[in-house]
């Protein structure tokens, strides 16, 4: 069974930093990967998504030099660094598996979301 | 704003049918394939339909989309009550190299 959990999700400072964890088991690692933001009662904004070997980086123009996505595939990992954090990043966000030959187009797995709230 | 435009909310009775449409541009639905999906809720997506029109494994054939030029559309018949929830359509927008939602659609079933 396909599982992806996420995981680092908390209360942060504005300008300060959180890194996002999303554990994969029941496939490889052989996927183009995403992250999906849902701001309390607001839609769904695709933030970045990454290749299977790490070798393209898409991102969503409003975090741009403030996020980096990654992957660990020997862990079966996949990673959000978030930077400089603002109030508008506040959101849950969601790991989600791109569809083998749709990526960027089609999201076959999610993960349950882990919540980031960014405050003073 | 969404980059890509649905109604903000349908309604229909049990047993009846409903459509939801997403309109976009040549740079997203006109030239990639959409995709929908159904988030009930307190829960994560759940993707619905793929490449405009098929169905993963497990996805009742009441659901059913289509794509005409840069608009798609996703049909929901014998309506059911656990069918209330919000649905989005998704695809990649190639000008803004990213991925691309709808704002969603609260289906209620009245």
């Known amino acids: 069974e396909v599982q992806l959990v996420e995981s680092g999700g908390g209360l942060v400072q504005p300008g300060g930093s959180l890194r996002l964890s999303c554990a994969a088991s029941g496939f490889t690692l052989s996927h183009w990967m995403s992250w999906v933001r849902q701001a309390p009662g607001k839609g769904l904004d695709w933030v970045a998504n990454?290749?299977?070997?790490?070798?393209?980086?898409f991102y969503v123009d409003s975090v741009k030099g403030r996020f980096t996505i990654s992957r660990d595939n020997a862990k079966n990992s996949l990673y959000l660094q978030m930077n400089s954090l603002r109030a508008e990043d506040t959101a849950v966000y969601y790991c989600?598996?791109?569809?083998?030959?749709?990526?960027?187009?089609?999201?076959?797995?999610w993960g349950q979301g882990t919540l980031v709230t960014v405050s003073s | 704003q969404s980059v890509l435009t649905q109604p903000p909310s349908v309604s229909a009775a049990p047993g009846q049918k409903v459509t939801i449409s997403c309109s976009g541009s040549?740079?997203?639905?006109?030239?990639?394939?959409v995709s929908w999906y159904q988030q009930l809720p307190g829960t994560a997506p759940k993707l619905l339909i793929y490449d405009n029109n098929k169905r993963p494994s497990g996805i009742p054939d009441r659901f059913s989309g289509s794509k005409s030029g840069t608009s798609a559309t996703l049909g929901i018949t014998g309506l059911q009550t656990g069918d209330e929830a919000d649905y989005y359509c998704g695809t990649w927008d190639s000008s803004l190299r990213a991925g691309v939602f709808g704002g969603g659609t609260k289906l209620t079933v009245l």
């Open positions: 990454i290749k299977e070997d790490g070798s393209a980086k």
């Open positions: 989600a598996r791109d569809q083998l030959g749709y990526p960027g187009e089609s999201f076959d797995s």
């Open positions: 040549s740079s997203n639905i006109g030239n990639n394939h």
